[in-house]
């Protein structure tokens, strides 16, 4: 789960310093936005799972 955590956090600068960058497209920020979602939602689905395994 770090692994996905520190991948996320990649992402979010990555996508910060995208925004700054006036030549990068809105297509390419809102791939990127996306991919974020998707591993926030894999970390919550196992940070969930890992809570009813405990339970």
């Known amino acids: 789960m770090e692994a996905l955590q520190n991948k996320h956090s990649r992402l979010s600068?990555?996508?910060e310093q995208e925004?700054?960058?006036?030549?990068?497209t809105d297509?390419?920020?809102r791939?990127?936005?996306k991919q974020?979602?998707?591993l926030k939602e894999?970390?919550?689905g196992?940070?969930?799972s890992g809570a009813v395994?405990?339970?």
């Open 19 to 24: 925004q700054r960058n006036p030549s990068t």
């Open 53 to 55: 395994s405990v339970a």
């Open 13 to 15: 600068r990555r996508i």
């Open 27 to 29: 297509f390419f920020l």
């Open 42 to 44: 894999e970390i919550e």
């Open 36 to 38: 974020k979602l998707a």
């Open 46 to 48: 196992i940070r969930t």
């Open 31 to 33: 791939q990127l936005k």
